[in-house]
């Protein structure tokens, strides 16, 4: 069966240090992968989504990155945080079309 | 541009009374319809799914949805709430765009259950 991984759990980092969030999927091929940021007590904010390995696209425009190094890797980046990056991020895959998203545990990031 | 409306931030109901969860959608075609359960500090457990067919949808933990066309709306209902039911609750309409699949999440409704 397929799992997501996302780590680390939580993460306490001061302004203007980086950041790297990573999620790997496991038992399947070529899968659709997404960031998505949640806010204290407001909905999902998709960041960011890649179809294959090097294809990015961006949602929102802001100090975040994303790569796609490896088929079934993800990794959210910044060079330096900011306080508004502070937020629960949530990583997704997706099968074929029409198929629901299965998300990981998320990554509680508080900037300091 | 596809959009989803959850109008109620909180809903209150006492455990064993029934639930409805509603949820309106915005798409020109047939839509997918999903409905999502986050509990604290957890990511999205998919609920139910909603994509051709059979207009009632049954999901997981005793959910069910009905898919209405004519209104719009994709509400999720349950006949008895127990108090672990507790939690957010986000609706989602997927679509395809140049390509590329991009759902949409409601604003979510959180759901308080009393003893």
């Known amino acids: 069966s397929q799992t997501i991984h996302q780590w680390p759990a939580t993460l306490v980092q001061p302004v203007g240090s980086p950041l790297s969030l990573e999620c790997t999927v496991e038992g399947t091929s070529n899968p659709n992968l997404y960031w998505y940021r949640q806010a204290a007590g407001r909905g999902l904010q998709l960041l960011f989504y890649s179809v294959g390995i090097g294809q990015i696209s961006s949602e929102v425009p802001q100090n975040l990155s994303a790569s796609r190094p490896q088929d079934r890797q993800f990794i959210l980046s910044s060079k330096k945080l900011l306080l508004s990056d502070s937020g629960f991020y949530l990583c997704?895959?997706?099968?074929?079309?029409?198929?629901?998203?299965?998300f990981g545990n998320g990554t509680r990031l508080t900037v300091t | 541009a596809q959009s989803v409306t959850q109008p109620d931030i909180h809903i209150t109901v006492s455990e064993g009374a029934s639930l409805e969860l509603r949820c309106n959608y915005s798409?020109?075609?047939?839509?997918?319809l999903f409905w999502y359960v986050q509990s604290p500090g957890q990511g999205l457990q998919l609920l139910l799914k909603y994509f051709s067919g059979d207009t009632l949808v049954q999901g997981i933990k005793g959910f069910e949805a009905e898919f209405k066309r004519s209104q719009s709306s994709f509400n999720l209902r349950k006949p008895s709430v127990h108090w672990s039911d507790a939690a957010e609750y986000f609706c989602?309409?997927?679509?395809?765009?140049?390509?590329?699949?991009?759902?949409?999440f409601g604003r979510g409704t959180s759901l308080i259950v009393h003893p």
């Open positions: 997704a895959w997706r099968g074929r079309f029409g198929s629901p998203l299965h």
């Open positions: 798409y020109g075609a047939t839509p997918y």
């Open positions: 989602a309409v997927g679509s395809q765009s140049g390509g590329s699949y991009i759902p949409t």
